[in-house]
Each structure stands twice: as structure tokens, then as C-alpha cells.
């Protein structure tokens, strides 16, 4: 069995890691049944999905094109 690592956030949410991929998977890419060897607490974080966004330094050197192209 793959070994996973359980992380709980301060927003109640939680993640599994993966610490170790067990041969069989190396093998054949099926996942197995995860087997988590450890727990971590953050409290003082919040996961991905309920951090707020913050758009990077260069976001306004891009140009976005907001309508649809038709394609040709």
C-alpha cells in the first residue's frame, strides 16, 4: 500500500500526501488503498481551495482576450 500523509487545515478541510508509492504502483499506476502513516496539523493555514487568490507580479504584462475567437 502507498503511504500518506493526512494534513488538516484551520478551515476544517484536509489533504492526503503522498509520502512513499508502494511497488505495485510504480508498476501499474492503479492506486491502491491509502495507508496514512502520518498526521500533520495546520492550524494556522488554510487549505488551497479557501486561501484567498493573489494574482502574480507580471499579471499586467499579459493580455487576455475576454471574447471568443471563432476558429479558422
Known amino acids: 500500500m ?11 478541510h484536509c489533504r492526503y ?7 505495485r504502483y510504480e508498476r501499474t499506476y492503479k492506486p491502491c488503498a491509502p495507508n496514512v502513516t502520518h498526521l500533520e496539523v495546520r492550524n494556522n493555514e ?7 487568490r ?6 499586467h504584462m499579459i493580455r487576455r482576450n ?3 475567437t471563432p476558429c479558422v
Open 54 to 59: 493573489s494574482l502574480p507580479p507580471w499579471e
Open 66 to 68: 475576454h471574447g471568443h
Open 2 to 12: 502507498c503511504d500518506y500523509s493526512q494534513v488538516e487545515y484551520t478551515c476544517q
Open 46 to 52: 488554510l487549505c488551497s481551495d479557501c486561501r484567498p
Open 17 to 23: 500526501v503522498v509520502l512513499r508509492w508502494c511497488p
